[in-house]
């Protein structure tokens, strides 16, 4: 395996992992760890045969064409205007749902250093302003602090993995808590607010296009790409519901409503040791802020091509607000939304990489049976558009009774 493959394997898992993996225990523990992973792997199922699919739209398309030129080559202008109002949705949610966890993270640090509570809307704006302040410096500086800090996460992630692994206890991944919510006629509401969050956690379809330019159009090295890519993000997410899930308990998680830093308090004192202490807190902030940087670059980018702003002081200054204040905006009037704003970025997700993805191949396939197909033919597709009627229709049941 060249290291091409191994640099793309890479991107697509670091993609993928980040903030949303916080999110995981939160969302998911009131269904028991086994049926967490077990639909941990049957939306990893789904989102891999997307990007499979996506791989197939983007070959027939032409190597080079980005997800824009592709989009308006299959469907026009209506269907440009459709994958641009979903993915500035997509961003626009997954910052606002990283400044909410990311301030929170850091409200609790500030409290330990002034010794009492500092106000959340005020960690928020600060939060936006220090780590926004890199995206406005511009993408140089933000891949070099990108590429120190995510190894750094992957390492913290590792020895976090490591040494609570020791702390599981299988009674708790049986999950008394199971039978309790199906005894209170709650399970069906958990796990559908459970699966779009777990849906967003793998969203790293944004980047197929890029490497089908960077390694050539090769289908057999993109394939697996892909597959082990994603595979990845599925086997780190089921370590951590193992050592979250499984130490904490999953009533316990319930009940923080949501909240990142009482996770973190809660395993914290799980370990008994202060450098995995240490460890587990700056494994958290590493994950929201690589996450937040991610995302936030990508919208910024986004919104300066959109409104054609110049490169200059001017220009990047009007595009950082138009970046931040609509996200920010929610987050102060929005402050307990970490976990329900990612289920909600679920359904601009599950419109780019499935229900545009199912029509632009039904277009192609018509045209041309030549060069690389998805295996499963019609029905195959028939089948992931239930999912994506699924996933959002749980979203929209969520929120209609929430």
């Given amino acids: 395996m060249n290291s ?10 670091g993609t993928a992992i980040g903030g949303g993996m916080l999110a995981l225990p939160l969302a998911t523990a009131g269904l028991g760890t086994l049926p967490a992973i077990a639909l941990l792997m049957v939306i990893w199922g789904i989102t891999a045969y997307t990007a499979l699919l996506m791989l197939e739209i983007n070959l027939r398309s032409g190597v080079g064409d980005n997800v824009h030129a592709i989009t308006g080559k299959t469907l026009g202008k ?28 850091f409200a609790s640090k500030l409290e330990l250093v002034f010794g009492q509570p500092v106000d959340s809307k005020l960690t928020i704006i600060l939060f936006t302003l220090i780590f926004g302040g890199f995206v406005a ?11 120190f800090l995510f ?11 490591f040494f609570l692994s020791p702390e599981v206890h299988i009674s708790t991944v049986v999950a ?34 890029t490497l089908v330019r960077y390694l050539d159009g090769e289908v057999k090295s993109l394939k697996k790409v892909l597959l082990i890519g994603s595979s990845i993000p599925l086997i780190c997410y089921i370590f951590w519901l193992l050592v979250t899930i499984g130490t904490v308990g999953g009533d316990t998680i319930n009940e923080f409503n949501g909240s990142l830093p009482k996770l973190v308090v809660a395993l914290q004192n799980i370990s008994h040791l202060p450098f995995i202490d240490q460890a587990i807190s700056f494994f958290a902030d590493l994950a929201l802020i690589t996450s937040f ?27 950082w607000l138009l970046t931040f204040i609509p996200p920010l905006l929610c987050a102060l009037f929005y402050p307990d939304g970490f976990v329900k704003v990612l289920g909600y970025a679920g359904v601009p997700l599950t419109v780019m990489i499935i229900f545009l993805p199912i029509v632009m191949a039904i277009k192609q396939r018509k045209q041309t049976q030549e060069g690389y197909q998805v295996s499963g033919g019609n029905a195959a597709l028939v089948g992931l558009g239930v999912a994506g009627v699924a996933i959002v229709a749980a979203q929209i049941i969520v929120t209609s009774f929430s």
Avoid: W
């Avoid at 091409?4 to 898992?13: D, E, H, P, R, Y």
């Avoid at 140089?140 to 590429?147: I, M, N």
């Avoid at 936030?296 to 409104?307: G, K, R």
């Fill in 78 to 105: 209506t269907g440009q205007f459709i994958q641009g109002a979903s993915f500035l949705s997509l961003l626009y949610a997954l910052t606002m749902v990283y400044l909410l966890g990311g301030s929170s993270l």
């Fill in 293 to 319: 940087l991610g995302v936030t670059m990508s919208l910024f980018d986004f919104l300066a091509e959109l409104t054609h702003a110049r490169n200059g002081v001017a220009g990047r200054a009007k595009t």
């Fill in 137 to 147: 410096v511009g993408v140089s500086l933000v891949d070099k602090v990108s590429r």
């Fill in 176 to 209: 008394d808590n199971l039978k309790e919510a199906v005894e209170k006629g709650g399970y069906s509401n958990i796990l559908l607010a459970a699966i779009p969050v777990v849906f967003t956690s793998f969203g790293f379809h944004v980047c197929i296009a």
């Fill in 4 to 13: 091409k493959i191994l640099g793309s394997i890479a991107i697509v898992s």
């Fill in 151 to 161: 190894p750094l996460m992957v390492a913290l992630f590792i020895v976090v993995v």
